[in-house]
């Protein structure tokens, strides 16, 4: 990896008043490591630590038994460089395959596969909106209602959460 061109490309982008940053091999290093094993930013300091290679490709020198830097930083870093800089960061990359391999004459990436904690909407989720978005309604007409439904669609939401669970399954198919 040529390093000293990433070194070229961000360095106008840090200022050399302040608290020092972390080196830009290292946040670069850890960028392409999160994408190459699908990691998340937390995710990616366990496995940093336990794996010296990871280390050593980010540029320490020694074995480090805890992650240099808060996990935060690297929303912070994305943020200074830009889409513009991970652009750069993935177009090296390809360039780094694409020279190594030369087999193929186009690489397929998919960044669409980065795990998060997308919720996906079930009966109750989607009867409790409705229930709401009814009241909403009404209460805006000036409708008085004999019962509004609203404890009971709180607690079918409840049920639903933890249905996994043994206690909770049979309730939460319910």
Known sequence: MDWDYFGKEFSPLYSTTGNPSHPIRFMVGCLLLKHLYNLGDETLASAWIMNPYMQYFCGRVFFEHKFPCDPSN???????????????????????????????????????????????????????????????????????????????????????????????????RK
């Open 74 to 172: 690297f929303v912070h870093f994305r943020k200074r460089i830009g889409e513009n800089g991970i652009e750069k960061i993935f177009s090296y990359s390809v360039n780094m395959h694409d020279a190594k391999t030369n087999t193929s004459n186009f690489v397929l990436s998919d960044t669409t596969v980065q795990e998060n904690n997308t919720t996906f909407p079930t009966d109750a989720k989607l009867c409790k909106k409705v229930i709401d978005y009814c009241n909403k309604i009404a209460e805006n007409e000036g409708i008085k209602q004999r019962q509004r439904y609203t404890k009971v669609s709180k607690q079918l939401v409840r049920n639903t959460y933890n249905g996994k669970h043994p206690k909770r399954a049979k309730t939460a």
